[in-house]
């Protein structure tokens, strides 16, 4: 199956009436990605993730429905030198390249509040439409990983 109709199937089994806003006026889903830092390979590190609810975590990717709101909170679970936030925490993009370093979010994904500690992170996703985005999340020291988010 190639991967954008594998992203269509995936996304006819998420849209089963979850998640929250959109254009009914309804509180953003709250979303919570504890982040696992794996051994560093470089500054580049492979990173676990458990999410809650877990429904939105399948096959190696967050997956959210389109039309939706979103608050995902990041939480490091510090590990192998990873500890905190670098000062631009989270950058994504449309597609299966990377993001930059220093690119930051772009719409309809928006850094939201800081709160809860050094090691949370929240990031606001309003009305997405159907996509594959590639995001980088920029830790302490230059560390960094590269997951991806599929918004069905």
């Given at each position: 199956?190639?991967?954008?109709a594998?992203?269509?199937s995936?996304?006819?089994e998420?849209?089963?009436?979850?998640?929250?806003?959109?254009?009914?006026?309804?509180?953003p889903?709250?979303?919570?990605?504890?982040?696992?830092?794996?051994?560093?390979?470089?500054?580049?590190?492979?990173?676990?993730?458990?999410?809650?609810?877990?429904?939105?975590?399948?096959?190696?990717?967050?997956?959210?429905?389109?039309?939706?709101?979103?608050?995902?909170?990041?939480?490091?679970?510090?590990?192998?030198?990873?500890?905190?936030?670098?000062?631009?925490?989270?950058?994504?993009?449309?597609?299966?390249?990377?993001?930059?370093?220093?690119?930051?979010?772009?719409?309809?994904?928006?850094?939201?509040?800081?709160?809860?500690?050094?090691?949370?992170?929240?990031?606001?996703?309003?009305?997405?439409?159907?996509?594959?985005?590639?995001?980088?999340?920029?830790f302490?020291?230059?560390?960094?990983?590269?997951?991806?988010?599929?918004?069905?």
């Amino acid at each position: 199956m190639d991967e954008q109709a594998t992203i269509e199937s995936k996304g006819q089994e998420m849209s089963r009436g979850k998640g929250g806003g959109g254009a009914g006026g309804n509180p953003p889903t709250q979303i919570t990605v504890t982040v696992n830092p794996r051994n560093p390979n470089g500054k580049e590190v492979g990173c676990g993730f458990g999410v809650a609810p877990p429904q939105y975590y399948q096959d190696g990717a967050i997956w959210l429905d389109a039309g939706q709101d979103y608050d995902i909170k990041f939480r490091i679970a510090a590990a192998n030198g990873v500890n905190g936030w670098a000062e631009a925490p989270f950058g994504n993009q449309s597609g299966l390249g990377c993001p930059a370093a220093a690119q930051g979010p772009t719409p309809p994904f928006g850094q939201g509040p800081a709160g809860g500690g050094p090691a949370d992170m929240t990031v606001e996703v309003r009305s997405p439409t159907r996509s594959l985005n590639s995001y980088r999340l920029n830790f302490n020291d230059g560390y960094y990983c590269d997951p991806i988010i599929v918004v069905g």
